[in-house]
C-alpha cells in the first residue's frame, strides 16, 4: 500500500468493474487490421474487441519510447517531470516511481481491488547486494534475498515479471531460479531482427518463448482466483511484444504475410483472445473495462517491411519508434466495456495514454488528490460516446529518446527541435510521402491539411509557431497540465 492513501477520499458507487489494460511494446497502429484494411497480419481477436468496444484512431504515448511510457500510464505524469530527461531505464537503475507517488493500481486498491502486474517492468529494481560496490549487476545480487523494491512497491498486490538486470521469471519478490547462466538465443537466430535484449544472465532453461504462455498463463490464473474471492480486479498485462528480438513460437511461424514480425503480432493477438476468453468464461466480460494499446510506434526496422512485404506499422504516418513525428508515438486504441462502452465506434478525440488513470478514477469513484495524476484527463465522456464541445485535452506534449519536445493543439503540431526524427528515416518512405527538405531549427504542420508531415510550415506561420513555444514552455515550467482549482 502507498504512504497516505488511507486520507484519499472516494464517492460511493455500488459496483465497480474489473479493469485490465494490455500493453504492447513496439506495435503500430497500421499492425493490426482494424486500423489497416492493408495489413499483412491477422489480428482476429483484437478486431473484434475492436466491434465489441471504441477504437481511437488519435491516441498517443506521453513518449516515443518504453520507460517513460509506462511511468505515464502507472502515474498519469509526463515522465519528464522526473528525473528521467531522455531515454530508459537501464537493467539495473533505481525505481523511477517513488514509493510516495500514487499510482494507478495504489489508488485501485485503496478501493478493495486486487491490482496484477504481469510481464514487462522496465521502471527500476531495488536489490539486496553482496558487496558494498553498489553496481546491481547479476553477479553481485543476492538472488536468494526479496527484491527491496518492485511493482509491489508500485501499489500493485501481485507480481509475475522478469528480475531484472538478469534474464529471471519473478513471482512477487523472488526470482524463481537464480539467474547463473549466460543468456542465449543461439537457438533461434534465424528469428531474431536486431541485437536488443540479448544479452546478461538467466535462470537456467530461460527461454525468451516461453515469456508470453508463461504470462497469460499467470494472468489467467490471477483473474480467476479474483473471481473466486469475489474481489475486483485490475490487471496490467505487458508482454515483450513485438519489441526485437523477434521470436514468435512455433505454432505462429507463417501465420501471417509479413514474416516473423508479423507472426509476432500474431501470437500477441493469440495472447489477448485468451485472457479476453477466460473473463467470458468466467462471466465477467460484461464486468470488465479492457483497453489495449502499445508503449510508443513500431521499431525503425519495420520500414524495410513497407519494401518486402507492403506492410506499414505506422499506418502511413512519418517517424517511429524514439521519434517526434506522429509514427513514433500515435499508437492503437481499443477500449471495451459491454452496457457503457457503444460497441463498434470510432473517435479522432486526441488522447494520451496518460489519460487512463483520470478516467479509472472517474469510474470507480476515487477523489483525486490535487498533487497527482497532473498530466491526465478524463476521457469517460469519449469512451461512453457522448458528443463534447470542445477537444478534451488543451494540448499534449510529445517527448523524443533524445529528450526533445513536441506540443500538439487541435490540428497543429509544433516540433521544437530542428529534426523531429530520432533515427535515420527511410529514403523510401521519405519519398513515399512526399517529405520536402528543409534546414530550419524547428518544425510546424497542420495534420488535418498534411497527415503526412511532408511539408515544414514553420516560416510560413511564424505566429503560430512562437504561440505553441512559448504553449510548451509553459506546460515545461509548471508541475502540471491541467489546472488544479
Known amino acids: 500500500m502507498i504512504a497516505g492513501l488511507s486520507v484519499f477520499a472516494f464517492s460511493a458507487y455500488s459496483e465497480r468493474p474489473n479493469i485490465v489494460v494490455i500493453l504492447a511494446d513496439d506495435l503500430g497502429q497500421g499492425d493490426l487490421s482494424h486500423y489497416n484494411p ?118 500493485f498486490t501481485y507480481n509475475f515479471g522478469l528480475g531484472k538486470p538478469a534474464w529471471a521469471f519473478m513471482e512477487n519478490r523472488h526470482v524463481l531460479a537464480k539467474p547463473t547462466e549466460p543468456f542465449d538465443l543461439s537457438h533461434i537466430p534465424s528469428l531474431i531482427i536486431g541485437g536488443n535484449n540479448n544479452k546478461g544472465f538467466q535462470q537456467p532453461g530461460f527461454t525468451f ?91 525503425v526496422n519495420t520500414y524495410g517491411h513497407i519494401e518486402d512485404f507492403d506492410h506499414w506499422s505506422s499506418n502511413g504516418r512519418r517517424g517511429a519508434k524514439r521519434d517526434l513525428y506522429e509514427g513514433g508515438h500515435c499508437v492503437p486504441f481499443i477500449a471495451r466495456w459491454p452496457g457503457q462502452i457503444p460497441a463498434g465506434t470510432q473517435s479522432d478525440e486526441v488522447i494520451c495514454l496518460t489519460d487512463i488513470m483520470a478516467t479509472t478514477a472517474s469510474i470507480v469513484g476515487f477523489d483525486m488528490p490535487k498533487d497527482a495524476a497532473n498530466d491526465s484527463y478524463n476521457i469517460l465522456p469519449t469512451l461512453k460516446g457522448e458528443s463534447l464541445d470542445r477537444p478534451i485535452r488543451e494540448a499534449t506534449v510529445h517527448h523524443s529518446a533524445r529528450g526533445n519536445f513536441a506540443i500538439r493543439q487541435g490540428d497543429w503540431v509544433y516540433i521544437d527541435s530542428p529534426k523531429g526524427a530520432d533515427n535515420a528515416e527511410s529514403d523510401f518512405v521519405l519519398r513515399t510521402l512526399g517529405v520536402v527538405a528543409d534546414d530550419e531549427p524547428n518544425e510546424l504542420y497542420n495534420l488535418k491539411d498534411d497527415p503526412n508531415q511532408s511539408t515544414n510550415l514553420v516560416t510560413r506561420y511564424p505566429e503560430k509557431a512562437a504561440a505553441l513555444k512559448a504553449l510548451l514552455e509553459s506546460y515545461k515550467s509548471r508541475p502540471s497540465s491541467l489546472p488544479k482549482i
Open 38 to 155: 492493408d495489413s499483412k497480419i491477422p489480428t482476429p481477436n483484437l478486431d473484434r474487441l475492436a466491434s465489441e468496444g471504441i477504437s481511437f484512431s488519435d491516441a498517443h504515448s506521453p513518449s516515443g519510447v518504453c520507460t517513460p511510457t509506462r511511468y505515464g500510464l502507472l502515474t498519469g505524469r509526463y515522465a519528464w517531470r522526473t528525473s528521467l530527461k531522455r531515454g530508459v531505464l537501464n537493467g539495473g537503475s533505481a525505481p523511477l516511481i517513488k514509493r510516495d507517488r500514487l499510482t494507478l493500481p495504489a489508488m485501485l486498491q485503496s478501493l478493495g481491488y486486487e491490482a496484477a502486474s504481469i510481464g514487462k517492468w522496465h521502471l527500476g529494481w531495488e536489490w539486496n547486494l553482496k558487496d558494498a560496490s553498489g553496481k546491481p549487476e547479476p553477479q553481485n545480487i543476492d538472488w536468494d534475498l526479496p527484491a527491496r523494491y518492485c511493482p509491489l512497491d508500485a501499489g
Open 209 to 299: 518463448e516461453a515469456m508470453i504462455p508463461a504470462w497469460v498463463k499467470r494472468a489467467n490464473a490471477f483473474i480467476r482466483r479474483s473471481v473466486e474471492s469475489d474481489t475486483p480486479f485490475f490487471v496490467y498485462f505487458a508482454p515483450i511484444c513485438p519489441h526485437r528480438p523477434i521470436n514468435p513460437n512455433i505454432e505462429f511461424q507463417g501465420k501471417s504475410e509479413c514474416g516473423v514480425f508479423g507472426d509476432f503480432v500474431v501470437e500477441l493477438d493469440d495472447a489477448v483472445g485468451r485472457l479476453m476468453a477466460t473473463l467470458t468464461d468466467l462471466g465477467e466480460k460484461d464486468n470488465t473495462l479492457v483497453i489495449f494499446s502499445a508503449d510508443n510506434g513500431a521499431e
